[in-house]
């Protein structure tokens, strides 16, 4: 038997939905005012047939896989055929069926930390042995005083090892908010394809980019063996549980891919499907939303810039995605956001999940409406500005709960 | 990494689709009519609002997990509590979910045959080792010259050993449509609870009964650590396509599925769980596909008594379920099936991904429109009426390509 943590992200938004009145910072969905209602009205014209209704392909309706593979050919100027996509129940569905298609017990997976929680169990799940690796750092800045998460590929390098199976990273990263560059991809793919070591990218923030130019894998994907991409549409058009996402990986691999899902899943749900192909060819929609991110993202680093002698040691300004993951006082920040949570009713997510190295640090969302930003952010001035001393006593009972 | 046979049930339905004005009896779909239109128009309600748009329990919203409990306790005169119950990818998605949380690589699970196909591939992705056992018999009716299928407990029991860690069988049954009469049931529980043995008992066709009074798993799976109820709104309200499904199960075993959901598919879901709950209430809809499916059960009886020197030598009137099993002269079906489906225009499903004992056999799902069923037959009859010796160069050239 296999007994696993609920992740803190899951546990923080339980917690912030049962509470009056809490603005929720924590879990990594986008939240701007709700799916497209024109996506919407699509999948409920296509209700008043039967074509959502009944078991469908197992790696996904063609015409979805069909749609995506016009529209990643164009964008990355690479072929990229429908037998090269599956669909899966979001990107993180997909990777579940990735790592049970090829995992064998005992095989070591490589995940750069800090990382996202999820990556872990899923390895655990598949029998597979999850090995953190820092990867991430956050120095300071050259070019002012402010710190920055950078990407350490040495750091990464020097711990592939003979029994490296895989190697799983989120690009751009959650929670750090960098991602590599071209160089770096093009030596990290190439390094694994030499080893024969599988490399997932998960890129589901890659709409969200604020400053310079994201490299995607899926040209790798399209001619790898081992390079392997994911893509999501819960990140890029809100649609979080209509569940859908796809990978981008080799046909031999894809074909493999499809009984897993058959046995596991049967297929993914039709009516997500059929949404998120609607989706696909609104790219205004993302775009949107990507822009009130960026306006977020600033409105929030103006407040952590504005913040001193408040508990937080430093943060980086991520330049993707969206997250803001700050390095507190606190060995465990864990005991400061049930404080937070207590006091402020702001819902944030402690380190702990994201990794060993990550314990002191916090990560704040902010895929979020304006003004919920703006409201948060009033309540986490009168937090720091308050100074408080934690009561590490209430706190850390309640944590103990978490 | 694991390679997994892609189940001729998906294979043969593909193949269906291909082809021009073909008849599938091939899919274990119930494809009557489609989903109840009041379902879907509540589904498009809900889609006016954001209730379905974003992240919501692993273990499924709050609102369809009561109403299964006010359902279940009602149906079955136990109490069965919201925490004893979660919503999976369909029943299908919360076998994953239980398969992956329970087993340990090497772990044996016993599978009762014939046997629903995709058990055993489920057991494999979870590292376990699927152990077929023969448990289900075509034996001469006492009552008449007919052949009717029988459930053997003492032969499922002699299969059992200290090795076993699991037990997973379809009742009623998938193929044979038999179920257990309400003693073996409780011995059955009975000994899974003695000896500590994880019991499964898949009830998605627990609506669809046409003689004798079916016993569920549920009063047992309210007050056991080890029995656990599969169920399922594809077969009851033809929702395959929508993906929602459920377990009955210990409090504890349940919140450790929590995060084994969570880490795996985030959620079911969220449009198919309300339709769900639309669905739940309705049971007239169900009620009216078993009067149909009755009539359709008894149609397909007839005409397998008409045949006579057709290569069938005998099969067993299903007294649940959608399903036909019927044994042939051939070793294995395969290429019968592929004859039947070149000459005939109809889809059935070979024997022998039901264990190692059922490729003699062949599977026809009667679950479909009463038009189609009578067209379908009359293409059998003239299969079977032209008594055709196989060419089998040809069937086997494409049996291969199964």
């Given at each position: 038997?296999?007994?696993l943590?609920?992740?803190s992200?899951k546990?923080?938004?339980?917690l912030a939905?049962?509470m009056?009145e809490?603005?929720?910072f ?13 996506t919407?009205?699509?999948a409920r014209?296509?209700?008043?047939s039967d074509?959502a ?7 996904g309706?063609a015409?979805?896989r069909?749609r995506?593979?016009?529209t ?6 690479a072929?990229i ?5 599956f669909?899966?129940?979001?990107s ?7 790592v049970l298609?090829?995992?064998d017990a005992?095989?070591e ?5 800090p990382?996202?929680?999820v ?5 655990k799940?598949a ?9 991430y ?10 710190s920055a998460w950078?990407?350490?590929?040495e ?12 190697v799983?990273?989120?690009n ?8 590599l ?5 093009q030596?990290?793919s ?7 070591i599988?490399l997932?990218?998960?890129e589901v ?9 994201f490299?995607s ?6 001619h790898?063996q ?7 549409f ?5 649609m ?14 894809i ?11 049967s297929?993914?749900?039709v ?11 609104h790219?205004?929609?993302t775009?949107?939303?990507a ?14 810039d504005?913040l001193?002698?408040?508990?937080i ?15 507190t006082e606190?060995?465990?920040s ?5 404080d937070?949570?207590?006091r402020s009713?702001?819902?944030?997510t ?5 990794g060993?190295?990550?314990?002191q640090?916090?990560?704040?969302c902010f ?7 703006a ?9 720091f500005?308050?100074k408080?001393q934690l009561?590490l006593?209430?706190?850390?009972h309640i944590a103990?709960t978490?």
């Amino acid at each position: 038997m296999i007994l696993l943590e609920m992740p803190s992200i899951k546990k923080m938004e339980a917690l912030a939905q049962s509470m009056h009145e809490c603005i929720s910072f924590a879990q990594g969905a986008l939240r701007i005012g709700g799916v497209d209602q024109h996506t919407k009205e699509y999948a409920r014209q296509i209700l008043l047939s039967d074509k959502a209704d009944y078991y469908q392909d197992p790696l996904g309706i063609a015409p979805l896989r069909q749609r995506l593979s016009l529209t990643l050919s164009e964008r990355y100027g690479a072929k990229i055929s429908p037998q090269q996509i599956f669909i899966g129940h979001g990107s993180l569905g997909a990777l579940t069926s990735l790592v049970l298609t090829l995992l064998d017990a005992g095989d070591e997976v490589l995940l750069p930390e800090p990382t996202y929680p999820v990556y872990a169990s899923l390895v655990k799940l598949a029998k597979g042995v999850p090995v953190f690796t820092p990867a991430y750092e956050l120095l300071p800045s050259k070019s002012d005083q402010r710190s920055a998460w950078a990407f350490n590929l040495e750091l990464l390098k020097s711990a592939i090892t003979n029994q490296t199976k895989m190697v799983i990273l989120s690009n751009p990263s959650n929670p750090t908010g960098v991602f590599l560059s071209p160089n770096e991809l093009q030596e990290l793919s190439w390094i694994c394809e030499n080893k024969g070591i599988y490399l997932i990218v998960d890129e589901v923030y890659d709409d969200y980019v604020y400053e310079g130019i994201f490299s995607s894998s899926t040209p790798y994907a399209a001619h790898s063996q081992f390079t392997i991409r994911l893509g999501s549409f819960s990140k890029n058009f809100g649609m979080s549980g209509w569940r859908v996402g796809y990978a981008v990986a080799h046909p031999e691999l894809i074909a493999a891919v499809g009984p897993v899902q058959a046995a596991s899943i049967s297929n993914p749900t039709v009516i997500s499907q059929y949404a998120a192909l609607y989706a696909l060819e609104h790219r205004e929609y993302t775009d949107h939303y990507a822009a009130i991110l960026k306006k977020n993202r600033d409105v929030m680093c103006s407040f952590f810039d504005s913040l001193e002698t408040s508990g937080i040691v430093s943060y980086g300004r991520p330049s993707a995605g969206f997250y803001l993951f700050f390095k507190t006082e606190n060995t465990d920040s864990t005991a400061l956001v049930m404080d937070i949570l207590q006091r402020s009713k702001v819902a944030l997510t402690p380190g702990a999940d994201y990794g060993p190295s990550a314990k002191q640090f916090v990560r704040l969302c902010f895929a979020r409406d304006p003004e919920l930003i703006a409201q948060g952010i009033a309540r986490l001035q009168k937090y720091f500005s308050a100074k408080h001393q934690l009561t590490l006593f209430d706190t850390q009972h309640i944590a103990a709960t978490l």
